[in-house]
DNA sequence: TTCATGCTTCCATTATTATGGAAGAATCGA
DNA sequence: TCGATTCTTCCATAATAATGGAAGCATGAA
């Protein structure tokens, strides 16, 4: 994964209204929702509503998916793996810092080791 | 964790050379780095540099200490987990959707159950 | 066809953020 | 005390993003 990519993909959850979607989609889980039941559960209207969730497929964490007159939208699992991995990488330049994310952070802070600061 | 605090930490990292930065501390462990030493790594100027610092220090993802005449900055290892943590959470509704944050994707995505689309 | 529904695009307004030069601390060595 | 070094704050400019009403388009029901 680029950087530039993950650029993307944080900006378009770092706003209020966009990761409360992306939220209520990843809780969803694959059936997904449609704009109008997101609208309905967020308070959001239409046209800024959709102008956010083509935020959050331009930037590929959700997918649509056309049904029938409806449009399914849903988080993209894989997509989301990746960058939560990609925040990871290479942590403490290998050495164990316990670094678990999908757990609940239970004060995870290794003492530090004393090193003179120079140049 | 409230999704307002979630939304400026993304914010944070939702910018080049912000996540640059992170990611270079993320890898440099507990001691963290000046931002001299940031500056002739990444090739920002100075006042933009400080700037993003205080960005990412504001969202509290990475700390800063004072010792003599540096400052060093480092990953705030314990903020991290706690955004990556919140972005998973209830994921699917509970049902297994193998959802490994810390892992290297390999296509974890469900079939999808067949339910139909109503209001 | 005609209508209702569901959603998107258009657009103007407003607000927020990034950038980096210059000047201003704060610290240390001599 | 002086000067060098390190980093921050100030500031003006430029760029980007959020908002929601109105109008448009596509689908399906009758």
């Given at each position: 994964m680029k950087a530039s990519d993950a650029v993307i993909q944080l900006a378009a959850l770092a706003q209020e209204s966009r990761l409360n979607i992306f939220r209520l989609l990843v809780v969803a889980g694959t059936d997904g929702l449609t704009p109008g039941k997101i609208s309905e559960e967020l308070g959001i209207p239409a046209a800024t509503l959709s102008f956010h969730l083509k935020e959050l497929s331009r930037a590929e964490l959700i997918d649509a998916r056309q049904e029938s007159r409806y449009i399914h939208y849903s988080a993209n699992y894989q997509q989301m793996n990746q960058l939560l991995g990609f925040l990871t990488e290479k942590c403490c330049a290998g050495?164990?810092?316990?670094?678990?994310?999908?757990?609940?952070?239970?004060?995870s802070s290794p003492k530090p080791k004393r090193k003179q600061a120079s140049k």
């Open positions: 050495k164990s810092c316990e670094l678990k994310p999908n757990t609940t952070a239970k004060g």
